[in-house]
């Protein structure tokens, strides 16, 4: 009987210990529960619902691109303001992003329990998500100064997914008008992109100040050949002008010997008593 209590009391200690794990993670559940609750709320609300999908789409083009390739919230010729203009490379247009998605009738559509409810909201959710896409392209399309065609930024996968799978004709429509719907993924994707064409119009950007720098340096080469030329030119001629002394020197220095070598004598004079002297040579 005492070994069977205290198996008994073992059994009742580790049965307190999973008790006490279940309690901790209903906690963890009911703090998620509002935590859900509390984003529903969010999502609800049209602004905050906005700077929900703002946010997210600042963070990835923050993430992906340099501080001077993009600008938030810019003012275009016509006034308007998009959420997002990141600068082309090699061109003066601007590629636009909006990020305010109509969630109203998407959240009205999951809500719907009845086929007839159903119809009606999916009417809502095309109507509405072509309204916005019309809404993009006369706003943010202008020539000359936007690129041609725009972004329009879902901040969920889950809708891309679902306009993509029941609203094909919502997709066709908005690629016809220009403007084309990204999910983070997609956004992602185009960042990188993007990313990958900053870096080679760099490259290329050294490349040409390599290739200005290297004809320079030809340049300078050919100077110095030149250069070089010349100074051979005048040391040749100055090898020339020491050979020449050279030859004067030997010359000088044979008459000398030969002025050496003389002696003077008296000769009889012509006429009259005098004599006068005479060059002959040792020689002689």
Known sequence: MSDQAERTAQSL?????RLAVIDTAQKNLTALSSEMVSLKDILANKQTRGAFGQGRM???IRDGLHATAYVFQPTLS???RPDCLIKLPDSTLHLVIDA???LEA?????????EGETRAAEQRLRADVLKHVKDIAEKYLINGETHETAIMFVPSESIYAELHERFE??????HRARVIIASPNVLLLLVQ??????KDVAMREQAHTIKAEV???????????????????HFDAAGQDIEKIGISSDRIAKRGLRIENLEVEEAPALAGDGKRPRLVSRND
């Not at 200690?13 to 210990?17: A, D, I, T």
């Not at 998407?106 to 329990?113: E, F, G, I, M, S």
């Open 13 to 17: 200690s580790r049965l307190h210990e």
């Open 58 to 60: 600042e963070a990835i």
């Open 78 to 80: 016509n006034g308007t």
């Open 100 to 102: 305010k998605f109509p």
């Open 106 to 114: 998407y959240n009205a559509l999951k809500d719907c329990r009845q």
């Open 169 to 174: 004709d919502v997709i066709q429509k908005s």
């Open 193 to 198: 992109t993007m990313q990958a064409i900053f």
């Open 215 to 233: 004809n320079k340096l030809l340049d300078d080469v050919m100077r110095l050949k030149e250069r070089v030329s010349d100074l051979r030119r």
